[in-house]
């Protein structure tokens, strides 16, 4: 080999390792600086120092963290401190993450990328956490505000009146999905726009108005204080009789009830009572002249029911003791539409 190419051979060696001290140098300078192109929880940090990183992060991310979090709906708001949530977020691991991010892969690839520019298009992940346990709490306390039990129509009745009360729907909150919407504001504070919004759903009650006739195909209502029974058929009032109910210290029982039992010329299970006289404890059987139950029996609570009588003169007055009682006509006529089970509302 003659001396021009030895010359030749170490001046390449010499640029060579030139390039090599270039290229080492330049990815040297690069180290500590985030690649192009790199986002953290969606906030660009490409380009940056670890201190401007950390710094920006800090602006960007954690001072909205300080912030509540709050729920609307229908013109309420439900709000979950800060404080509660335990907030906590490690910005200086995020920014060791994004720039260990920019340093994969091989030495030449980083070179080329910083020779023409290129970016790496990443998002590095939010490293927020926050309790749980606050959370599900919160979501919690705001489905107890909001959800509510579909409501059945149902009849509102007085001694004179059956009136309608409309059914209501009910509400079932997506809890889940409120948690998750939650937690995904925790970890991406930037795109969370104002309140966040539960998903309602509309729960049916089993009965609606349009059915409530079914339900309630017959009923009964006493007005004690008039004297008078109101039959009642697909909630339209049928025919007012006139009755007589209980007296002083014998009262006919107010309140709802139902036809538990009917018979035809009843037998009387007479109480033990002062009043029953020599018939006290006895049973009188139906169809005798001595059994004031007459024809018909309708009971509806404890020994009370609805009965026919021949003493005609008390109707109209407080005379029984405890029973209604009807003419034996009319008696008849009822007995013959009122199924076991209709309602029975006295007042």
Not at 310 to 318: K, M, P, R, V
Request: net charge negative; aromatic share 6%.
């Amino acid at each position: 080999m003659g001396r021009k190419s030895k010359i030749a051979i170490v001046a390449a060696v010499a640029t060579l390792l030139l390039c090599a001290s270039g290229v080492y140098a330049l990815d040297t300078s690069r180290q500590d600086q985030i690649a192009e192109g790199v986002t953290i929880g969606g906030i660009d940090v490409g380009g940056m120092s670890r201190e401007d990183a950390q710094r920006l992060l800090r602006h960007d991310l954690v001072e909205p963290l300080r912030e509540p979090v709050v729920v609307a709906f229908e013109g309420k708001r439900y709000t979950l401190p800060a404080k509660r949530l335990g907030i906590r977020a490690d910005v200086a691991g995020m920014v060791e993450d994004a720039i260990d991010v920019g340093r994969d892969g091989g030495l030449p690839s980083r070179v080329f990328r910083y020779v023409t520019g290129g970016e790496v298009d990443q998002d590095v992940e939010a490293e927020v956490t926050h309790s749980a346990k606050a959370v599900e709490r919160f979501v919690r306390a705001v489905a107890d505000r909001i959800e509510r039990d579909p409501q059945d129509a149902t009849v509102s009745a007085t001694g004179s009146s059956l009136g309608v009360v409309e059914e209501k729907d009910g509400r079932e909150m997506r809890r889940d999905q409120l948690v998750r919407r939650i937690e995904a504001s925790i970890n991406s504070p930037l795109s969370s726009t104002g309140p966040l919004r539960p998903t309602v759903i509309r729960t049916e009650p089993d009965v609606t108005t349009d059915e409530l006739a079914d339900v309630y195909p017959y009923f009964i209502t006493v007005d004690r204080g008039s004297f008078q029974l109101h039959f009642w058929r697909d909630l339209k009032r049928v025919k007012t009789y006139t009755i007589a109910v209980g007296q002083v210290g014998y009262d006919t029982p107010a309140g709802l009830y139902h036809v538990q039992n009917k018979a035809v010329d009843p037998a009387w299970s007479v109480p033990d009572s002062d009043w029953a006289g020599d018939l006290a404890g006895t049973v009188v059987p139906g169809g005798v002249a001595e059994n004031p139950l007459k024809e018909r029996w309708m009971g509806i609570y404890d020994g009370a029911g609805i009965h026919g009588t021949d003493a005609t003169y008390s109707l109209g007055t407080a005379a029984s003791h405890g029973c209604i009682r009807m003419s034996i006509p009319d008696v008849i006529e009822l007995y013959d539409q009122v199924p076991i089970q209709t309602p029975v509302y006295i007042q």
